[in-house]
Nanobody, 122 residues
Framework: QVQLVESGGGLVQPGGSLTLSCAASGGISSVNIMRWYRQAPGKERLMVAAVSTGGNTYYVDSVKGRFMASRDNAKNTVFLQMNSLKPEDTAVYYC????????????????WGQGTQVTVSA
């Protein structure tokens, strides 16, 4: 069973940094694009960054120049380095990945992590 497990969230002061990690495991044939989303209280879940298998990245305007997404394909792991954090970055951060599980009938499927809380506050 494919799982995505996130780590690295926590409490940080404005201007500080955090690095999130998300590891995909469990009967994986291949992993396609990996994304990071966030959801603030009372708001919808929005994508903030994405990284392709080849390392191409996409960022939403609000995090450009502050966040950096990367991945380790050998470990099926994606990272989100977050710098110059602001109170408005406070949210639950979710990892998302397009994964092809093992098996002759397996199809590319979207999976989600359980989320990790990031709180930016003095």
């Amino acid at each position: 069973q494919v799982q995505l497990v996130e780590s690295g969230g926590g409490l940080v002061q404005p201007g500080g940094s955090l690095t999130l990690s998300c590891a995909a495991s469990g009967g994986i044939s291949s992993v396609n694009i990996m994304r990071w989303y966030r959801q603030a209280p009372g708001k919808e879940r929005l994508m903030v960054a994405a990284v392709s298998t080849g390392g191409n990245t996409y960022y939403v305007d609000s995090v450009k120049g502050r966040f950096m997404a990367s991945r380790d394909n050998a470990k099926n792991t994606v990272f989100l380095q977050m710098n110059s954090l602001k109170p408005e970055d406070t949210a639950v951060y979710y990892c998302n990945a397009e994964v092809k599980p093992v098996g002759p009938q397996a199809r590319l499927t979207n999976y989600w992590g359980q989320g990790t809380q990031v709180t930016v506050s003095a």
